[in-house]
């Protein structure tokens, strides 16, 4: 093999890894057989953003099987806003269970 080839070899193996870095395929499978419609941008500007995208779609999932309406969306902004994800979605699930009336947004606030 010659110089050249070496290097090319070289890059693509580089842009493999960097592409897996910024594009988490194993949790986008997890989402996708969970019932969570998140794609693949999505996950990378999460991760570009400096969201963790393991974060928000574990409790996406949480939240879609326990039949509460989020987003996404909605769930970055808290997290972008210093708020604790997970301990939104289980005072929605619990206040649900309870027959409480919570929205989302006064999750937020309280958290």
Request: hydrophobic content about 55%; aromatic content about 10%.
């Amino acid at each position: 093999m010659d110089l050249f080839s070496l290097i090319g070899v070289f890059l693509a193996i580089v842009l493999v890894f960097i592409f897996l870095y910024f594009i988490p395929v194993n949790l986008w499978i997890t989402a996708r057989f969970s019932g969570v419609k998140v794609g693949l941008l999505e996950l990378m500007f999460m991760r570009i953003r400096k969201v963790p995208p393991g974060v928000i779609v574990r409790e996406m999932i949480t939240a879609i099987k326990a039949g509460i309406p989020v987003t996404t969306t909605d769930l970055e902004t808290h997290y972008l806003a210093g708020g604790h994800v997970p301990s939104v979605i289980k005072a929605l699930i619990s206040a649900d269970k309870a027959n409480i009336s919570l929205t989302f947004k006064q999750a937020t606030a309280i958290d």
